[in-house]
């Protein structure tokens, strides 16, 4: 049986000024779901021998890439506007196409969540990537931590937002079932992963904690923190996967590790030296974006297809070209 999430705690002042100073900077369809909000697993002891993925094949080729808008909403003040990226036919990691035709397939499902002051759109040269591998990427516009907000950035906000990803992902989800739309019988809610930047990073860590959501097989968390979640890891045991770069100004690295230290499944921390708080993200370093794409890929593919040949290249991915290094314990 599945209980609602804890709701996460605020700790007065404190908690303020470590948000604002810790998250500041982060980032450089229509019709209201009928889906009631999701709810989270029982809070048990993580075991890592139930985190091993059965065995099985991710898809050799690239897909060409979908686009499409959605427009959800939690309520009367938080509108969840979502953009999501899904395999179509045509050339392989092209340009996205509108309400393009889905690829044959039922298609694993990852939610991606922004920083503060960013949008899904900032992070297009990493996520059509992992399209074009066989994932569908949603990513919600938060109310209240986006760019361009109504009334300003409000960043204790960030804690509301893993009920916010959830409610995203059931609502995605129930389409799948539902008669004549686009996904009916592409989304597979049984191969579902979490990812965010920075404040989407804190997001994502909160999934797996104060808000875990059961049906999370896995996480990537990139330059992000637990700051407001808190480091109480739930639930079955799901891989973790951190990137963070050494030389981060704005979530420093010493606070990602410390993240990263605390869960106790199957994970690995891919570590950039020269790494800030997102060039690599947002595609404006082409060789470490194609580092962090292709050992994200494939954790992906391994975590989610089950696909073991993933997990053996996934070292080789990480120190390609010399940019990075891997701590891995998956």
């Known amino acids: 049986m599945r209980r609602r999430p804890a709701r996460p705690v605020l700790t007065g ?9 810790g998250l500041a900077g982060c980032s450089g369809g229509p019709g209201r779901p009928t889906t009631t909000r999701p709810t989270g697993a029982a809070a048990t002891s993580p075991s890592p021998a139930d985190a091993g993925p059965t065995s099985g094949v991710a898809p050799s080729r690239r897909f060409g890439v979908g686009v499409r808008e959605l427009a959800f909403n939690r309520g009367g003040n938080r509108p969840l506007p979502v953009t999501v990226w899904y395999p179509a ?73 893993p009920a916010d990803a959830s409610y995203v992902l059931t609502a995605l989800l129930a389409l799948a079932d539902r008669s004549g739309d686009l996904f009916r019988g592409h989304l597979d809610p049984d191969r579902v992963a979490a990812a965010g930047h920075s404040a989407g990073g ?31 890891f739930a639930g079955t045991a799901a891989p973790q996967l951190f990137v963070h770069g050494a030389l981060d100004q704005v979530v420093s690295y010493r606070a990602g590790k410390a993240a990263y230290d605390r869960v106790p499944w199957p994970k690995a921390m891919l570590t950039l030296p020269d790494g800030d708080h997102g060039q690599a993200l947002l595609g404006r370093d082409q060789r470490a974006l194609a580092v962090v794409a292709g ?36």
Request: a positive charge.
């Open 202 to 232: 804190v997001t994502t860590i909160g999934l797996f904690t104060a808000g875990r959501d059961a049906r999370l097989d896995a996480g990537i968390v990139l330059a992000g923190t637990a700051l407001g979640v808190g480091t109480a």
């Open 89 to 161: 036919p045509g050339s392989a990691g092209g340009t996205p196409t509108s309400e393009a035709p889905v690829a044959a397939g039922r298609f694993p499902v990852v939610l991606f969540s922004h920083g503060l002051t960013g949008r899904p759109e900032d992070y297009r040269a990493l996520l059509v990537r992992w399209v074009a591998a066989g994932f569908v990427v949603a990513a919600p516009t938060y109310p209240h931590t986006s760019r361009g907000t109504r009334g300003g950035v409000q960043v204790l906000d960030v804690v509301n937002q």
């Open 295 to 330: 050992t994200t890929v494939e954790f992906l593919r391994w975590t989610l297809y089950g696909d073991p040949r993933a997990k053996r290249r996934l070292p080789e991915q990480a120190v390609r070209g010399g940019l990075a290094t891997l701590d891995d314990h998956l």
């Open 13 to 21: 002042a404190l908690l303020t000024a470590t948000l604002v100073v």
